[in-house]
C-alpha cells in the first residue's frame, strides 16, 4: 500500500493529485492540488512533517525526508516545498525548504536546513550543504553548489510550464484510470 498511517498520522493527498501505486508515502505529509508524485519516490514523514504545494512534481526514485528533533537538532527541520516546483529523478531532499517555481535537476542532493528561495534552478548531480541559502533568481551548479549566474527570461518562464507539462501527463495518467491506491 502506498499511502501509509505512523503514529496516528494519516497523509493527506489533495485534490486531483496523482501518487504512483509504487511510490509510498508515510506519516505527517500534505501533497497540494494537482501535484504528482512518480514511481519508486519515497516520502517519508515519520518524524516531522512534509508539505507539498500546489502544482509540483517529485520524479521517479526520489527520496525526501525530514530532520528528527534530538540533543543535537532539538526542533529537527521538517521538509517543505512549494508550488510549481520541478523535482528530477533521483533527487534526495532532507529537512529543507524549497521555495515556488524552483527545478531541482537529477539526482541533486539537498540537506538539512538548506533553503531554496523561489525562482531557483538547481543543477543535476548538485549537492546543497546543511544550513546553506540559495538565493532567488540565480542558476547553482556542483558539489557543493555555487551561484553560476542570473536566470534568463526564457528559465524564468520555464517553471510554470514545466509544472504545467506534469499536470498534464498526471492527469492523463488518472483519465486511464491510474489512481490513488486503495
Not at 13 to 30: L, Q, T, Y
Request: proline share 6%.
Amino acid at each position: 500500500m502506498a499511502i501509509r498511517t505512523f503514529r496516528e498520522h494519516t497523509p493527506k493527498v489533495g485534490p486531483r493529485a496523482f501518487v504512483d501505486r509504487s511510490a509510498v508515502v508515510i506519516g505527517d505529509v500534505e501533497i497540494g492540488e494537482d501535484s504528482s508524485i512518480w514511481p519508486l519516490t519515497v516520502v517519508r514523514g515519520d518524524m516531522h512533517r512534509i508539505r507539498i504545494g500546489a502544482r509540483t512534481s517529485v520524479q521517479d526514485g526520489s527520496v525526501l525526508h525530514i530532520t528528527h528533533a534530538g540533543p543535537f537538532n532539538p526542533d529537527g527541520y521538517p521538509l517543505i516545498i512549494g508550488d510549481e516546483v520541478t523535482i528530477g529523478h533521483k533527487v534526495m531532499l532532507h529537512g529543507c525548504t524549497l521555495g515556488n517555481r524552483i527545478l531541482v535537476g537529477m539526482g541533486s542532493t539537498i540537506m538539512d536546513g538548506a533553503i531554496v528561495e523561489d525562482e531557483v534552478i538547481i543543477g543535476a548531480g548538485s549537492l546543497v550543504p546543511p544550513g546553506k541559502r540559495l538565493v532567488s533568481g540565480y542558476l547553482y551548479m556542483g558539489s557543493p553548489v555555487k551561484q553560476v549566474r542570473l536566470l534568463s527570461e526564457q528559465e524564468h518562464a520555464f517553471f510554470p510550464y514545466s509544472a504545467g507539462n506534469y499536470v498534464k501527463l498526471k492527469d492523463q495518467h488518472l483519465a486511464e484510470g491510474y489512481d490513488l491506491p486503495e
